[in-house]
């Protein structure tokens, strides 16, 4: 069983920034996919970035420039740093861990942005 432990949400004024910090615990295979999700209310869950255990990046356009994802493989962290945010990045966000087709959620954490 793998555990995800989200930090760093809360509340920014636009254009500033935030870092969000995952720790996964438990029985972790070395080849995966870590990621961050967002969900704003009556909006579907989407992706805001990922990466490989072996480092490769996939960010969609709304934060490519702007959103930075990393990891440590002997620390099984992940963290997601947030520049020039917007107010329309307001959501609760979600760290995923996937090995092959099993995903893994954290509880998630908030992130406003005010305008």
């Known amino acids: 069983q793998v555990q995800l432990v989200e930090s760093g949400g809360g509340l920014v004024q636009a254009g500033g920034s935030l870092r969000l910090s995952c720790a996964a615990s438990?029985?972790?295979?070395?080849?995966?996919?870590m990621g961050w999700y967002r969900q704003a209310p009556g909006k579907q869950r989407e992706l805001v970035a990922a990466?490989?255990?072996?480092?490769?990046?996939n960010y969609p356009d709304s934060v490519k420039g702007r959103f930075t994802i990393s990891r440590d493989n002997a620390k099984n962290t992940v963290s997601l740093q947030m520049n020039s945010l917007k107010p329309e990045d307001t959501a609760v966000y979600y760290c995923?861990?996937?090995?092959?087709?099993?995903?893994?959620w954290g509880q998630g954490t908030q992130v406003t942005v005010s305008s």
């Open positions: 995923n861990l996937r090995v092959a087709s099993v995903g893994y």
């Open positions: 438990g029985t972790i295979f070395r080849i995966n996919v």
């Open positions: 990466i490989t255990s072996e480092g490769s990046t």
